[in-house]
Nanobody, 121 residues
């Protein structure tokens, strides 16, 4: 069993910064790609950023240059540093990870419960 727990969300002013964390725990064998998604009211969930186990990254065009995704494999944790935040960044942010459980032979996708981010003055 695997659990992803996000933290770091909250209320910030436009132009401000926020750092999200997501820690995976449980019967983990290995973790492949990890990522952050977000969903605003009335909109589909969208990919914000992703990072492979080797450190390769991918960003949505709307956040490129402002957000940075990173991970600490020793802690099974992925981070999202968000700078120059805009009101349109307001959404619930979800952590995602492809995880192989201990003694398993395949990867499954897991999701965190989400952490809300509100950008407003």
């Amino acid at each position: 069993q695997v659990q992803l727990v996000e933290s770091g969300g909250g209320l910030v002013q436009p132009g401000g910064s926020l750092r999200l964390s997501c820690a995976a725990s449980g019967s983990i064998g290995s973790i492949d790609t990890m990522g952050w998604y977000r969903q605003a009211p009335g909109k589909e969930r969208e990919l914000v950023a992703a990072i492979t186990s080797g450190g390769s990254t991918n960003y949505a065009s709307s956040v490129r240059g402002r957000f940075t995704i990173s991970r600490d494999n020793t802690k099974n944790t992925v981070y999202l540093q968000m700078n120059s935040l805009k009101p349109e960044d307001t959404a619930v942010y979800y952590c995602n990870a492809r995880v192989r459980v201990k003694y398993g032979s395949y990867y499954s996708t897991y999701w965190g419960q989400g952490t809300p981010v509100t950008v407003s003055s």
